[in-house]
């Protein structure tokens, strides 16, 4: 029996495939299901159904016809209930895919979700799932949230571009989800990158560290090593500043305690009001009354007073009449006009004394003419 045992253990080792070395397309004939493939009909049947927004109604009662067309091919029924705002999907007998109602369970989704019909039909083929993220309840503040789910498109969807393109999935924002299309891998990591938006890591992040990660896998000489001294590692730097602490008051060390506070009983014995009789506590109560009433009439009279009292006048200023301000100008014009006056006389008495500069020599002018007619 141990002999019989070897044998079959060494058969199951050399029947063992290497699954890395098969292609692709290999795999895809190999696991391909075929009518044929199906022994008889499903014996209960499934459903599934999902509510649209009002506004997608005219886009759906439009594009109806090509998605019953397109689900008939694999005898999947589907129904549009325009009253109650809803979508449904249900197996048949002529069903010969037993998944393939999950395939269009997801398709329905999509096109609740704003995804176009072109696009949504990608996701019934066997590579291809999707994933609807709802962020709706990731934050709590509605404009931190619309801040956020902003940051995912980017100034004009260009950063949405690039997490397309770098994870090969197709991303819809609609509303408070994100729908994603694309290969199983690639849908983690678009997730990941919705949700640590909304965890307020901008997506710019995740987008660096993709950019390096598909320039590391063209190397195949990493393909087995870590990649994590090649990544960045981005620290946070929005931190909290603290606060600065009050000044605490420092505390005198007393040897002995503070003497406790009086109480009303310890008042009345040293003033001697607790000995007092009750008609005489009466009697003293009456006239301390009559004391305030006297002193707050006081109070009010003179603040009455004080409106009759007439403020302190200011001493007036002397005027000058018109007549003798005319006077003063005259007057200081007539002393302008004489100092003019004065002036001009003194030049005159200079020029009298000496008119020798002003007379030609007539000599000197006859030597003149002598040298210019030589």
């Known amino acids: 029996m141990a002999k019989n045992n070897k044998d079959g253990e060494a058969k199951e ?63 999947v029924s589907c129904k549009l209930d325009l009253v109650e705002g809803s979508m449904t999907v249900s197996t048949t007998r002529k069903t ?12 329905i989704k999509l096109l609740a979700r704003s995804v176009p019909f072109p696009q949504a039909i990608k996701v019934l083929d066997d590579d291809t799932t999707c994933d609807i993220i709802k962020i709706g309840n990731l934050v709590q503040n509605k404009e931190r949230f619309v801040k956020r789910r902003q940051r995912l498109l980017g100034p004009n969807g260009n950063t949405l571009k690039a997490i397309e393109l770098l994870t090969e999935c197709y991303v819809m ?14 849908l ?66 007393e040897v002995f305690p503070p003497a406790p506070t009086p109480s009303k009983i310890d008042l009345q014995l040293a003033s001697g009001e607790y000995f007092l009789k009750p008609d005489e506590k009466r009697a003293r109560d009456v006239e301390r009354k009559k004391q305030l009433a006297v002193e707050n009439g006081a109070k009010k009279d003179a603040e009455r007073a004080r409106a009759f009292v007439a403020p302190a006048e200011q001493a007036a200023k002397p005027k000058v009449t018109q007549g003798e301000d005319e006077s003063e100008k005259i007057e200081a014009l007539k002393q302008k006009f004489k100092a003019q006056a004065q002036v001009k006389d003194k030049k005159r008495s200079a020029g009298d004394g000496d008119i020798s500069e002003y007379v030609a020599d007539s000599t000197l002018s006859k030597k003149k003419k002598k040298s210019k007619a030589l």
């Open 188 to 253: 983690a990591s678009v997730r990941r990158i919705v949700e640590d938006c909304m965890k307020n890591i901008h997506p710019i992040y995740h987008i660096k560290e993709l950019m390096i990660r598909k320039e590391l896998a063209k190397d195949p000489k990493l393909a087995n090593e870590s990649w994590d001294r090649f990544l960045p590692r981005f620290k946070k730097r929005n931190v909290k500043q603290k606060k600065p602490k009050a000044g605490k008051r420092e505390k005198k060390h």
């Open 173 to 186: 924002i609609q509303g408070s989800t994100v729908a994603a299309m694309g290969r199983h891998k690639n």
């Open 13 to 75: 080792k050399s029947t063992a495939i290497d699954l890395s070395t098969i292609s692709e397309e290999d795999m895809k004939k190999a696991l391909a299901f075929a009518p044929e493939d199906m022994a008889g009909p499903l014996l209960e049947e499934s459903s599934f159904a999902t509510l649209f927004p009002k506004y997608r109604e005219n886009y759906l009662r439009e594009v109806w016809p090509l998605v019953t067309k397109t689900l008939e091919k694999n005898g």
């Open 96 to 107: 010969w895919d037993p998944y393939f109602i999950l395939k269009a369970r997801d398709m």
